[in-house]
């Protein structure tokens, strides 16, 4: 049986559903972003989260964030879009680039929360009317969560809600942990997908060559860029580090979701599998971008489990 309390995590709001017969346990800063900052299953802890606020707040590597109107790099914040130039703030400082968007750190609302014996289901609501001069497009965001007993549903939909059509690409940041260990044993499974080849500033160069299997972390330091082959169906990436006797299990659907990025921070105590809709810089170079006309909606979903407890 799930329950659910509430507690403060210093000046944010947080929300907690567990389940003490399989100690499965979810944790969500949803005054914050809708973070996602623990997840737990049969008592192992899954993704590296937050120790207190102070850490949330200066997440500069976006752990566990909600990205949108766009994730990765928008080359110098600057992109055109149906014949006016929009200029985003520039966050990422050593690119000169902006990075991420900007919904990771705000205050969601808890619109719905349903609980029941084999699941329990909460919907975070925020609504942006548009007062951002680079991004003056209004919509409302939805991010549903659904905790079961050996993973965890996770959906998005983006509704927009002004009077023009806006563009967006979202996507979403989990870091994954085994046991807080240096990841060099770390294998990756990656699905049928061709590297997307980044210059030194982190925008896209080329394409590479055709990638499909799977691949030991080692010493390699990723910041990668991956694009999707175009196949129907549920796509699967791996993690499983070679120690353990389980794997975690990241599924998504291809038609929403076209490319994702590995990255594995100076710690080396975690890794990061993000899914994209959008390529690195879509809304200059159109990869991936989707354009949604007043009142239409777009959503994605996907899946983190554990197998082989």
């Keep these: 049986m ?17 389940d003490t017969k399989t100690a499965t346990l979810l944790k969500l800063i949803y005054s914050y972003g809708a973070t996602l900052t623990h997840l737990e299953f049969n008592g192992r802890p899954i993704i590296e989260g937050f120790t207190n606020h102070q ?10 964030a909600w990205l949108f109107p766009f994730a990765n790099r928008i080359n110098q914040g600057r992109y055109e879009f149906e014949g006016t130039t929009y200029q985003l703030p520039i966050n990422d400082a050593p690119t000169g680039h902006a990075l991420h968007g900007f919904i990771y750190n705000k205050p969601f609302e808890i619109a719905e929360l ?13 609504l942006y009317d548009g007062h951002e001069p680079g991004y003056p497009f209004a919509f409302e965001m939805e991010v ?14 983006v509704k927009n809600t002004g009077k023009k059509a806006m563009p967006c690409a979202p996507g979403f940041h989990p870091y994954f942990k085994f046991g ?13 997908s061709k590297q997307v080849i980044l210059g030194e500033d982190g925008l896209p160069l080329s394409i590479g060559e055709g990638f499909e299997g799977s691949k030991k ?24 580090s070679g120690d353990q006797d389980y794997l975690v299990e990241m599924d998504f659907n291809y038609h929403l979701i076209r490319f994702f990025q590995v990255y594995t921070p100076p710690d080396r105590k975690s890794i990061a599998i993000e899914p994209m809709v959008g390529n690195v810089d879509c809304f200059n170079n ?24």
């Design 144 to 157: 549903t969560y659904v905790l079961k007993v050996n993973a965890l549903n996770i959906s998005l939909i």
């Design 286 to 309: 159109r990869d991936g971008l989707v354009v949604l006309n007043p009142s239409e909606s777009m959503g994605l979903d996907f899946q983190i489990s554990i197998q082989g407890q």
């Design 2 to 18: 799930f329950t659910t309390s509430y507690f403060d995590f210093g000046i944010h709001k947080s929300v907690e559903i567990f």
């Design 55 to 64: 850490e949330l707040e200066y997440n500069i590597f976006f752990k566990n």
């Design 180 to 192: 807080g260990r240096d990841i060099g044993d770390v294998e990756i499974s990656f699905p049928k």
């Design 217 to 240: 972390i080692v010493k390699e330091h990723y910041d990668n860029a991956y694009w999707l082959d175009k196949q129907s169906g549920e796509q699967l990436i791996t993690v499983k």
């Design 114 to 126: 349903n609980s029941g014996k084999s699941e329990t289901e909460i919907k975070l609501r925020y």
